[in-house]
RNA sequence: GGUGAAUUGGCAGAGUGGUCGAAUGCGGUAGUCUUGAAAACUAUUGUACCGUGAGGUACCGGGGGUUCGAAUCCCUCAUUCACCGCCA
């Protein structure tokens, strides 16, 4: 969420760096200063009100106590007015506020100045491109083939016991699964990130602190009797745990981890997309989060994004680094590089990391700051990044490594998974 | 799930209708003293918002109510603790 003084002072540069998203702002922006105003002047009035009942008040708590009643009394009657007013004026004040905040949530973070104007994925900046893996055998398979030859994923058991997008994951393909949460966890460990194991499901505020709410609803799951919701990844309760927190200078750098399934319905998707581990409902993920001063935070996102490409390279699997276009980059995001690996055998590449800066925008709604050298409260800024998402990895690993006698697995793994080969 | 007790500033803890944004202690910060440190002493010490400023407003778990006036009374929700029940 914007400050809404930032967008007083800087209206049209941000305006112009919106439309990088094709978002235009000017109509927003220029209700929302007439909202402020509003508000501003209403919340004045309510305040020499307030600040004359409350003398009044003060007033005949002294009569009463010197015995003066009578007096006491008359000087009651010159509240009533008062009285009236400020509920007026408090429900105006509210109204205007909450208007306010509503249309704040409706505006998305300003760009980086770095994010390359466009309308699509396809608009994305290539930062660096790996080959695609040559060397695969004449009628190699997709992973879905794979999984089902080798026994290593049970799509239609999936869907049997629950639906589309949860599959089973059985024997090799289960120990494949543990293996590679397991290297993902001790590679954030070595490099300095505390291990979390956060709840699998968070309430409402958690939602709207990190910014799934109110903008996609749709996509997580909800359970209603108890009104909270699945995560849709760790983002939101390891970012959560620092929401109205007011930090010290000497607390950064703030390096968690956390592997947790993430729950996502994914309405609306159909095609080849969703064919075999491309996208599910429910999916492992581990997750690293930063919590930063602003002025460190870029170099801090180059940092996690050379980490989570040694991962890919540690795996040997061929990658390609995309910052994302306006038109791609999420709701929340001011910059954003998204990791692909290749997938042989469907010939494309999958996304399976998202690295981003939120700076202020999640801090904002999630009242998280840090005590400056002035012992001023400011905002800090957060990052995360998928470090990684299991299932494409897993597709990737499968389809680039086939041979015709089975699958190898990466080195780096082999003494996680017990077995060189499937 | 049932019954009871509780929820106050960074922490501990007072305050049951009026001058309480809130005693006191600890902690923090600054100063005095000291060669330096400790101790002692003195001062200071929450957050947000409005206002150029003086100043003002709001906040004692959340929300609502009673009242001229609420940390204090009432309703409601949440959380914590204790005991009982159930249970991985």
Redesign the pocket.
């Known amino acids: 969420m914007l400050e809404?003084?930032r967008i007083k002072a800087e209206k049209s540069e941000l305006i112009e760096r919106l439309k990088v998203r094709n978002f235009d702002a000017t109509t927003i922006f220029n209700d929302l200063l007439t909202l402020?105003e509003k508000?501003?002047e209403t919340?004045?009035e309510?305040?020499?009100i307030?600040?004359e009942?409350?003398?009044?008040?003060?007033?005949?708590?002294?009569l009463?106590?010197q015995g003066k009643v009578e007096e006491?009394n008359k000087?009651?009657d010159k509240?009533?007015n008062?009285?009236e007013k400020s509920k007026t004026l408090t429900q105006q004040v509210?109204e205007l506020a909450n208007l306010i905040t509503q249309k704040l949530y409706e505006i998305p973070n300003i760009p980086h100045p770095s994010v390359p104007a466009g309308n699509s994925d396809e608009d994305n900046e290539i930062v660096f491109e790996d080959a695609p893996k040559q060397n695969l055998p004449k009628n190699a398979l997709p992973h879905w083939e794979l999984a089902k030859t080798y026994n290593l994923i049970d799509f239609e058991l999936g869907v049997k016991v629950t639906g589309a997008g949860f599959p089973f994951y059985i024997g090799k393909g289960a120990r494949l699964q543990r293996a590679l949460i397991n290297f993902f966890l001790d590679e954030a460990r070595d490099a300095g990130y505390k291990e979390i194991i956060p709840p699998f499901v968070v309430n409402e505020a958690s939602g709207y602190g990190t910014g799934q709410l109110p903008d996609k609803e749709g996509q997580m799951y909800h359970c209603q009797v108890d009104d909270l919701y699945l995560i849709p990844t760790a983002e939101v309760p390891l970012t959560n745990m620092f929401r109205d927190v007011?930090l010290k200078n000497e607390d950064f750098p703030i390096k968690i981890t956390g592997y947790t399934p993430c729950f996502r319905r994914e309405a609306g998707s159909y095609g080849k997309h969703v064919r075999g581990l491309n996208r599910l409902h429910q999916f492992d993920k581990v997750e690293i989060v930063r919590v930063e001063h602003p002025n460190d935070s870029y170099g801090v996102l180059d940092e996690m994004v050379a980490y989570v490409e040694s991962l890919l390279k540690k795996l040997e699997l061929p990658y390609r680094k995309l910052r994302l276009c306006g038109g791609d980059i999420g709701f929340t995001s001011a910059l954003t590089y998204d990791l692909e690996v290749y997938s042989a055998a469907q010939e494309r590449w999958l996304e399976v990391s998202s690295i981003s800066n939120f700076e202020t925008f999640q801090a904002n709604r999630l009242k998280l700051?840090f005590?400056d050298e002035n012992?001023?409260?400011r905002l800090a800024h957060t990052l995360n990044g998928s470090a990684l998402a299991l299932p494409r990895i897993l597709a990737s690993i499968l389809e680039n490594n086939q041979t015709e006698k089975g699958i190898n697995i990466p080195k780096v793994l082999i003494p996680y998974t017990g077995f060189d080969k499937i």
């Not at 409350?54 to 708590?61: F, H, L, P, S, V």
């Open positions: 809404i003084n402020d508000w501003r919340k004045t309510l305040d020499k307030s600040a009942s409350n003398k009044i008040a003060k007033e005949i708590g002294m009463f106590g006491a000087a009651k509240t009533a008062l009285k509210n007011i700051r005590k012992k001023k409260n």
